[in-house]
């Protein structure tokens, strides 16, 4: 009964230590990021992206920004920042212009 009584004090104590806090950019109704395509044909496939927050937690002398459902960079001495991705196919005869 003591062990389990301490490793209940720990797991309270590491869920205090590296508590989330969700930061809102805009309202929605879910967590994740949303795309929503716009208009698309063949010449042109063009979408929004809505990220509506992310979890900040704070870790000694550093932030860990998290996106739910997305994954982060985490190569070895870089910072571990969160990057939205979505894949989608395109035809190979057809050149890609970025707009932003």
Known sequence: MK?????LVA???A???F???WMEFTVAETT?????VINSDSLLVKFDVIVPGMYNTEIDTFNRM???GQIRMDSVGFPELPFISYHFSKP?????????
């Open 19 to 21: 508590s989330q806090e």
């Open 3 to 7: 062990k389990f009584t301490l490793f």
């Open 66 to 68: 998290e996106i739910p």
């Open 92 to 100: 190979a005869c057809v050149i890609i212009n970025y707009f932003v």
């Open 15 to 17: 869920f205090t230590t």
């Open 11 to 13: 797991i309270v104590i």
């Open 32 to 36: 994740e990021p949303v795309y929503d």
